[in-house]
């Protein structure tokens, strides 16, 4: 069997999301989101997903340009219910780094050195 990087870093994110059961998931990036949905499609149905902004969706949301297509939305996502549950430890959050650094260590805030980012983005 072949398979790409990006698959195997999908496949071994979605593991991540083995027996989180009923759990918010914050997927920020395309593996992150990608290893969420074959997650939630295949062996942890019970993650909570939203739609990218505030609504909970029944099933995941396609990538990419999506013509007429309309999410399942399951309900309402407010910071109220969202604060909510990061109080209960029922959150789990994945994000795709914007740069790795030398030492392999992962940065989602600037693209560039510390002392003299090309671009900060919190």
């Known amino acids: 069997m072949t398979f790409s990087l990006a698959e195997l870093c999908i496949c071994t994110s979605a593991e991540t999301f083995r027996g989180d059961g009923e759990l918010m998931v914050t997927s920020i990036g395309l593996v992150p989101r990608l290893a969420a949905s074959l997650a939630k499609s295949t062996f942890e149905p019970g993650l909570m997903m939203t739609e990218g902004e505030a609504f909970l969706v ?18 309402l996502m407010t910071y109220e219910r969202v604060f909510d549950i990061i109080g209960k430890g029922k959150r789990h959050a994945m994000v795709t780094p914007v740069q790795v650094d030398c030492f392999g260590q992962m940065n989602i805030s600037i ?12």
């Open 58 to 75: 029944s099933e995941p949301v396609p990538v990419g340009p999506r013509g007429d297509y309309k999410p399942r939305i399951e309900g």
């Open 111 to 122: 693209v560039g050195s510390y002392d003299r980012p090309k671009t900060a983005l919190l």
